[in-house]
């Protein structure tokens, strides 16, 4: 019986916890659309950069890129743009758990709802 009232006594301070974890996750949430990541691929030939809410918002060639068959354009763009996907969602993944710290994400899932939105 005991047990279970110092389990109470607990719920408070973590209460507290989970609602700060949630409002920094929100303000994470509000800034995905302003981060930026980049990627690039065959040397240099293409590079990408996406948001936070993995929204491609550039596709560049390098002037070399002009000799190159379609083939070679399309899998260096296809590249750059999944090692720029790759690098958003590897920051915004740090950055979450430094956000939560101990407590469990996995029970968070839905606190981000623009995250990984593809």
């Known amino acids: ?11 408070g301070p973590m209460m507290g916890r989970l609602k700060e974890v949630q409002a920094k ?5 509000a800034r995905l ?4 990541f980049q990627g690039y691929a065959a040397g240099g030939l293409a590079a990408a950069c996406v948001t ?8 560049n ?4 890129a002009a000799g190159q068959g379609s083939e070679v354009l399309a899998r260096a763009a296809l590249e750059a743009v999944q090692q720029a996907m790759a690098s958003a969602r590897t920051e915004i ?13 996995g029970a968070m899932q839905n606190m981000l709802p623009n995250a990984g939105r593809a």
């Open 1 to 11: 019986m005991f047990d279970s009232l110092k389990s109470l006594a607990q719920l």
């Open 52 to 59: 936070g809410t993995l929204d491609l918002i550039e596709l």
């Open 25 to 29: 996750m929100a303000e994470l949430n």
């Open 93 to 105: 993944a740090r950055q979450m758990k430094e956000i939560a710290g101990d407590i469990d994400l």
């Open 61 to 64: 060639y390098a002037p070399t």
């Open 33 to 36: 659309p302003t981060m930026r």
